[in-house]
């Protein structure tokens, strides 16, 4: 049994694989070339990220294939219907990243409340010169206690968003197409746990009442937030996209930002992925990251771990 990280796997991803007597090939096979490749090693597994895209024509085209593993949340790299409709298992890790992505929505809020990644572009050039009037341009600073955040999608990501949010001292309303109401359980460090309902309301509510919004969908056919929504937010609000690009109107919320309508945005997702817009890139109101939400660490071992017992249980079962 051979599989092909073809993105990549954690250590302890190719450890629990290999235990189980099942060879793991890291080579980085360029999208022209996986289906020779595929073909030529008789790949049984192929794991992809985001950046691998396994449609249609490889699936067709490689009948050694009994299992493509997507290690993360969203599949839209991955033509999952026609695959199992092949009788091909399709397999994720839907709540192996969801705290990194969770920290990541907050690393942007904290930086965007005061004022932090415009101030790690400006220091570096003005520090040494301008020290006293960059200190009075980011002096108008805010917290988050006490503010309300709309999280769209509450799912796993949705929720460790709330948990945060509950632990900053913040509102939370959440909006979700299957959800009506939701047991949040925080649990601290010596094993207490306080569990809060969280009820979810349409997104046409939420985004007139939040302070901060962000989003937790998966790709999207039209925009979540256009134009439209934009204008029905709160002055002075702020949104992040942690998801998927194309689900943000970037022209809406670079005319937004400039306007002052909304105070800021945190990126990690962008409609032109990998080539993000200029505009964006450079707009000192966003702050920005390369879609890094599940890059850590501890979510990249639970990730490699989770695709492992899947492809064991799937390929040698008891």
Do not use: W
Request: proline share 3%.
């Amino acid at each position: 049994m051979k599989v092909l990280a073809n993105d990549g796997i954690s250590q302890s991803g190719i450890d629990a694989l290999e235990k189980a007597g099942i060879e793991v090939i890291t080579t980085k096979v360029a999208q022209e070339q996986l289906i020779n490749f595929i073909n030529e090693h008789q790949i049984d597994v192929v794991l992809v990220r985001s950046a691998t895209q396994v449609r249609k024509e490889v699936i067709d085209a490689c009948p050694s294939l009994k299992v493509i593993g997507r290690g993360g949340v969203g599949m839209d790299n991955i033509d999952v219907a026609y695959a199992r409709g092949k009788g091909l298992h399709v397999i994720n890790t839907p709540a192996a990243s969801s705290a990194s992505v969770a920290e990541l929505v907050f690393a942007h809020l904290f930086g965007g409340v005061r004022f932090l990644h415009d101030a790690n572009r400006n220091m570096p050039l003005d520090g040494d010169s301008r020290f006293k009037d960059l200190k009075k341009s980011y002096a108008q600073g805010s917290e988050l206690r006490g503010k309300t955040i709309g999280i769209i999608g509450f799912g796993r990501i949705g929720r460790e968003v709330a948990k945060i949010a509950l632990g900053c001292g913040m509102k939370v309303i959440a909006s979700d197409n299957q959800v009506g109401e939701a047991d949040i359980t925080l649990d601290f460090y010596d094993g207490q746990q306080v569990t809060l309902k969280i009820k979810t309301a349409p997104v046409s509510e939420l985004i007139q009442h939040s302070d901060f919004i962000t989003l937790h969908v998966p790709a999207q056919k039209e925009y979540v937030i256009g134009k439209k929504e934009i204008e029905q937010m709160k002055e002075g609000a702020a949104i992040i996209n942690a998801a998927r690009g194309g689900i943000i109107d970037e022209v809406a919320l670079i005319e937004a930002l400039d306007s002052g309508k909304l105070s800021f945005a945190g990126l990690d997702t962008f409609e032109q992925e990998p080539t993000p817009a200029v505009k964006v890139l450079m707009n000192h109101k966003i702050s920005l990251s390369p879609h890094i939400g599940a890059a850590t660490g501890e979510a990249q071992d639970r990730i490699g771990t989770e695709l492992a017992q899947q492809i064991v249980s799937i390929l040698k079962p008891a």
